[in-house]
């Protein structure tokens, strides 16, 4: 069974600065999805990634995937306020997608 | 429609009656999920169909839940007896299988039980 781990699920950080998500899953996943989601809001795709190696980036997000390591980061440049929000990945097997429980992330202006 | 859409996009009912939550997917998606959020939680997976195969119902919490797909396009989640803890916002996705599996969100039902 497919199990997907976020960390860190808090973050408060401040403008200008840059952090890095991780995400861990259990077993072998075709496909790795990030998220965003507002508050109150459905979710937003972010990145499809799709092999060992892959990198996609749009704007001050930056997402990798390494399947040996069974791992994706979520990497924040030079953080924005308007970049708060809750972001979730999720593993894909099967063609069932499982989320991670979502880092909460709040921008300090 | 361009987007998956679902309604109603709020729904309060009382305790022990059935609802009814109606998912539209993008056309020429395949792949149709139902997921649920509790207030400040995560996504927890109740069920996917893909095509006209038999869904994957593992997510399903009871057996006061069900769900169906009429024609591979529209679905339905249906809750018996809704009870307080059934109270959470209902997502639907869906995707197509292939190269570009990328899935996409409704707005979800807001669901409240009093």
């Known amino acids: 069974e497919l199990k997907v781990e976020q960390n860190p699920l808090f973050l408060s950080m401040q403008e200008g600065k840059n952090y890095t998500i991780y995400c861990n899953y259990s077993?072998?996943?075709?496909?790795l999805y990030w998220y965003r989601q507002d508050p109150g809001k459905s979710l937003e795709s972010l990145f499809v990634?799709?092999?060992?190696?892959a990198v996609k980036q749009e704007g001050r997000l930056m997402a990798s995937l390494d399947t040996k390591a069974r791992l994706s980061t979520l990497h924040i440049t030079a953080a924005v306020h308007d970049l708060s929000a809750t972001y979730f990945c999720a593993g894909g097997r099967d063609d069932k997608i499982i989320f991670g429980k979502g880092t909460r992330l709040h921008i300090l202006p | 429609g361009a987007g998956v859409s679902q309604s109603p996009s709020n729904k309060v009912t009382e305790k022990g009656k059935d609802v009814e939550l109606r998912c539209d997917p993008i056309s020429g998606h395949t792949a149709l999920y139902w997921y649920r959020q509790s207030l400040g939680q995560g996504l927890e997976f109740l069920i996917y169909?893909?095509?006209?195969?038999?869904?994957?119902k593992s997510g399903l919490p009871s057996d006061r839940f069900s769900a169906e797909r009429t024609g591979g396009s529209v679905s339905t989640l249906t809750i018996q007896r809704t009870q307080q803890e059934d109270s959470a916002v209902y997502l639907c996705?869906?995707?197509?299988?292939?190269?570009?599996?990328?899935?996409?969100f409704g707005q979800g039902t807001r669901l409240t039980v009093v």
């Open positions: 996705a869906s995707s197509s299988s292939g190269e570009d599996p990328e899935a996409f």
């Open positions: 169909f893909q095509g006209n195969s038999a869904p994957d």
């Open positions: 077993t072998t996943s075709d496909r």
């Open positions: 990634l799709l092999s060992n190696g």
